[in-house]
């Protein structure tokens, strides 16, 4: 059966306000209907002082809270973080972009990540350690600031984005180009990872779909009175 998207893409899930960080794991601030959304992620914080300060999910419309309120990323370069998204709802969606605000931050001796990568690791969108979005060079700012804005779109690089009903797809952010090391001082590389959502279509079978459906069921309706 052929599928076609809807109009409109949904917001799908979203992180901003964000939680405690005793947990290795932060739910979704906002899903979309009955999707499941986390992050996981290891030698970092949530920080309440830190944070982008725009509206926005990457460019894409918010209302984001200006507040703070981060995944302040730490560690040593290499470090990662997973973004999980889970379809539990009655229909198709293809997965459309992954947006986010990122900031090099200027720790206590100039220490920060500079630059990412994204890849599709693991779930059912197809070819799994696909690289669908990186980005280098990343200007170092404060602690509140406007980060700036990163959108992907995930079909540029994913020959599947149709996330099937009880399917999942896990991506994972690895963050690189430190621009100081790791010291004994304490000082590590780090920087403020805010704002981030899915956005996702509703799949629907064609037209031409429903009216092939249509008629075999009417073929079927009249056979069976001949039957009778």
Do not use: K
């Amino acid at each position: 059966m052929l599928l076609s998207t809807a109009a409109h893409a949904t917001t799908l899930a979203f992180w901003d306000v964000w939680a405690d960080d005793t947990d290795s794991s932060i739910a979704a601030d906002f899903t979309f209907g009955a999707f499941e959304a986390s992050i996981s992620y290891d030698e970092s914080r949530i920080n309440t002082g830190f944070g982008s300060n725009d509206t926005t999910f990457g460019t894409l419309a918010g209302p984001a809270s200006t507040a703070g309120g981060a995944l302040l990323v730490r560690g040593l370069a290499g470090y990662t973080v997973e973004l999980n998204l889970t379809n539990n709802t009655t229909s198709a969606y293809q997965i459309d972009t992954l947006n986010f605000d990122f900031s090099a931050r200027s720790g206590g001796d100039g220490t920060s990540f500079t630059g990412f990568d994204i890849v599709y690791t693991s779930g059912s969108l197809g070819a799994t350690e696909t690289l669908v979005g990186s980005a280098t060079g990343v200007p170092v700012g404060g602690n509140l600031v406007d980060s700036s804005d990163f959108d992907f779109d995930l079909s540029a690089n994913l020959a599947d984005t149709i996330l099937g009903v009880g399917e999942s797809a896990l991506f994972t952010v690895t963050f690189r180009d430190n621009i100081h090391a790791y010291s004994d001082s304490g000082n590590n590389v780090s920087a403020i990872f805010d704002n981030v959502a899915f956005t996702g279509t509703s799949v629907v079978p064609e037209p031409s779909s429903f009216a092939l459906l249509s008629g075999c069921l009417a073929l079927g309706a009249v056979m069976i009175r001949r039957r009778r």
